[in-house]
């Protein structure tokens, strides 16, 4: 079993739609949450940043920690069609290296 | 903040050759910094962890004597791809962290092309 699973996709909504992403896990000791979006031949950037559980939200963009399931969460509000890249999610705990997912790729349709 | 560069962004070079990449923290001090490779539609692989003046930790499977990093400031590390083969193509990206290091800020990515 991975550390870290996130389907694949593709997933292609409207333009306007909510977007739900999401990760699972299985390393408990995991307490730094973290999504990245990367664009086709870019490097990942840092959209969202969250410690243990809880909700934090930023602009249209909401990420959800849930540990007691090992599950975590990215919203996407009122989709755009720059919002269409592969998005990763990375969690790691204080001793440990950043585990990645491997990234789920979304399309926004105008 | 916490701006990373890498150089250049893309490179075609012969097989046999070597090639060098850069990585720069722009604004910070990066207490770490990491390597990884991407192939098509994959995602990140790390390659090795390197700080500041020691030498880099390399992942499994991956050659230290081919894949050469120095880190020899805290805003500067080099990926050096020894003898390059086509099989090396891919995308390669350097990532930053400071502080604690519970994140990291990536560059833009190299993209090599060994023909």
């Known amino acids: 079993q991975k550390e870290v699973e996130q389907d694949p996709g593709p997933l292609s909504v409207p333009e306007g739609a909510i977007v739900s992403l999401n990760c699972t896990y299985s390393?408990?000791?995991?307490?730094?949450f973290m999504w990245y979006r990367q664009y086709s031949r870019k490097g990942p950037e840092l959209l969202m940043y969250?410690?243990?559980?809880g909700n934090k939200e930023d602009g249209r963009f909401t990420a959800q920690v849930d540990k007691s399931s090992k599950y975590i969460s990215l919203f996407i509000r009122d989709s755009q069609p720059s919002d269409s890249a592969t998005y990763l999610c990375?969690?790691?705990?204080?001793?440990?290296?950043?585990?990645f997912g491997s990234g789920t790729r979304l399309s926004i349709r105008p | 903040g916490a701006v990373v560069s890498q150089h250049p962004s893309w490179v075609i070079c012969k097989s046999g050759t070597s090639v060098k990449i850069e990585c720069r923290s722009l604004?910070?001090?990066?207490?770490?910094m990491f390597w990884y490779r991407q192939f098509p539609k994959q995602s990140l692989m790390l390659m090795a962890t390197?700080?500041?003046?020691?030498?880099?930790?390399?992942e499994q499977g991956v050659e230290k004597d081919k894949f050469l990093i120095n880190h020899a400031s805290l805003t500067l590390s080099t990926l050096t791809v020894t003898s390059a083969h086509p099989e090396d193509s891919s995308f390669y990206i350097c990532?930053?962290?400071f502080g604690g290091g519970e994140t990291q800020y990536f560059g833009p990515g190299t993209r090599l092309l060994v023909l």
């Open positions: 990375a969690m790691s705990s204080s001793a440990s290296k950043i585990i």
């Open positions: 390393n408990s000791a995991f307490q730094y």
């Open positions: 969250t410690y243990s559980s």
């Open positions: 990532s930053a962290s």
């Open positions: 604004d910070f001090q990066a207490t770490t």
């Open positions: 390197s700080n500041e003046g020691s030498k880099a930790t390399y």
